[in-house]
DNA sequence: TCAAGATGCTAATTCGAATTATTACAGGGT
DNA sequence: ACCCTGTAATAATTCGAATTAGCATCTTGA
């Protein structure tokens, strides 16, 4: 196997020490570093030719920082099934990655017991300057101990403490499904129904929380249901159903037009930007859209800010209303 | 934010030197090693109290492997327009790296002027262990360079030689066109056409010799034509066309019916695996499908190869012959 | 009793790059 | 001849863990 070279190397062809070379590379100019511009020079030549690059351990042995950014799934990226979840998020990841002139590496070989872990015997997490987060739910075990072991890292999607704030870039659910019931208020609807586990993880805590508070907010009646059962909701009189997940509301709408139900005319139905399965594409649903591609960028910029000021930011993005076909007047 | 604890410090901790915690840590007993009973007890309590674990920088600084395989392409892997090209090789590279516990380096860094280049003033290409090269075509300098500097690289998709041979998992594309003109030549057609660039990427190249040795072989008439014209293909007496690109060929089934022909009845057409363009589904082509996600995992165990054993692997895998229902006996 | 052999551990070195302290050498002034 | 001041480069050290050579100490057997 060809050898890597080494700084040594590149010293030796032109002639100079490997601390000059570093000092050539680094640009050094300050606190007493001279160095000829010829000499500087020669170094650059040699290092043009060769296409030498600093190995990214050592340099992170060292000191912190080589431009690398980690991103971290629990699933494998690629595969199709999981594409329309990450696809989005790993565009604006990788858009903006490109902008601050950062690799992005992904982690693969985390692995421990059959399944992706962040912390394993041999995490290589800190191969990184710092780390995205992605996925639907994050481990808790997991996000403590990268929030005390200082690992720089921000989580896609809202996160509660763990042992502390935990730096995200997310959707602002609450609010996205507030503005879904107030518009629905005003049209008259005052029987709703929340469809969808609305507890585990962050987003759905999120999106229930929205929920409640606009019921309370109009004084109107919410219930939650975690399976949606046509039967059910017509029995009760709902006359709105909020459906975290995209595919359970284009369910929905198929099977009330199967029964003859009108929707919106019988039944509104909203959706709540879920699409962890993908879902088809001929119900034109009301409901909103989640910045996945500017929450990708923004993460990166936030991880950006972490890495350079240390700070630890918190961030919630405004979901787009979608204006679909789902959504109207209830009958009388 | 508590500095990390190391080998340095539990060694103190449990009155015993740095080589020794090294050595009760792996676990070692070869080679003459031998620590007693009580001792490693005493070093794996302390371990087990503070909860260390190894740097893995420090790591893999000494044993001179990154385990960072990087992916180079030379557009945004991620935006959903290059998805259908590029995801099935990327969904069988995270696979298999995840195999061989390897990690991805994505170079959304590399660019030079606007675009992507392997060679820029400050290529990263050095960062992983080796790359792989993923795209229709490839530069050829970029090519060359790669192979003078001995740079460890793994081509998705046959090349030819640049300044030497150049390892790359490829299809077979040769065989796979021949194989498919066997079988129409067996159903009666005399006459063929070739419909695509048949130039420039070599998988063009591979598909359009392979179509000349087969009419050659079977003493049939065989045109080439850079598009598909309908008339011009009823004019010269064609009874089946092979298609570089299946939207072409999907697009000239669409076009044979339009006009009232029947396919294969009028006409048989025939795709040949290259999918650049999203394609009308409603089209059940025959042809063949190219290996793709096979394709990924080999070159990864190629590259794997060429780490370790210094090889300059060259394969080619078969592609499947995909039945769909455009291929039939020509009308008398 | 003394060499031979086991046993148990540590000192020292290595990996590659960054940094600090230091040296070497010019030329200028006295 | 001597000191001083810049200038330009290098030697040596650091990071954390892995590894090799080797040093003590203790047993055995003849």
Redesign the pocket.
């Known amino acids: 196997m060809a050898k ?1 070279l ?3 190397d590149i010293a030796r062809m032109a002639g ?5 070379v ?2 050539v ?2 640009n ?1 100019t300050d ?6 511009p010829e ?1 500087r020079a020669r170094v650059l030549e040699v290092i043009r030719r060769t296409g030498y690059v ?2 990214p351990i ?2 992170r ?3 912190q920082r080589n431009r690398i950014l980690g991103v971290f799934t629990y699933e494998a990226v690629f595969p199709s099934t999981r594409a329309d979840f990450y696809q989005p998020f790993l565009e604006g990841i990788e858009e903006q990655a490109e902008e601050v002139g950062c690799d992005l590496l992904l982690f693969t070989s985390a692995k421990a017991g059959g399944k992706r872990r962040i912390f394993s015997d041999d995490s290589r997490i800190r191969l990184a300057d710092g780390c995205l987060l992605l996925g639907r739910s994050v481990d808790r075990d997991d996000l403590a101990q990268l929030v005390s072991e200082g690992i720089p890292f921000v989580s896609i999607g809202r996160r509660d403490d763990a042992g502390g704030p935990v730096p995200h870039v997310g959707a602002d659910y609450v609010s996205a499904v507030r503005d879904l019931v107030d518009r629905a208020v005003a049209l008259g609807h005052r029987e709703f129904a929340y469809v969808g586990a609305g507890t585990g993880a962050e987003s759905s805590a999120d999106r229930l929380r929205g929920f409640k508070q606009a019921v309370a907010a109009h004084g109107v009646r919410g219930t939650h249901l975690p399976f949606a059962g046509l039967e059910r909701l017509r029995d009760a009189g709902i006359t709105a159903v909020l459906s975290e997940e995209v595919s359970d509301g284009a369910a929905l709408v198929l099977a009330a037009r199967e029964r003859g139900l009108s929707v919106p005319g019988d039944l509104s139905v909203l959706m709540l930007g879920a699409a962890t399965r993908p879902a088809p594409d001929d119900v034109a649903l009301t409901g909103f859209r989640i910045p996945r591609r500017e929450m990708g960028r923004r993460a990166v910029q936030a991880l950006t800010e972490v890495l350079e000021r240390g700070t630890t930011p918190r961030e919630l993005l405004a979901c787009e209303f979608v204006e679909g076909t789902t959504l109207g007047a209830p009958r009388r």
Chains 1, 2 share one sequence.
């Open positions: 890597r080494t700084q040594q100079v020490s490997q601390a000059t570093s000092l590379l680094n050094r606190g007493g570093v001279r160095i000829a000499t600093a190995n050592a340099r042995l060292h000191d």
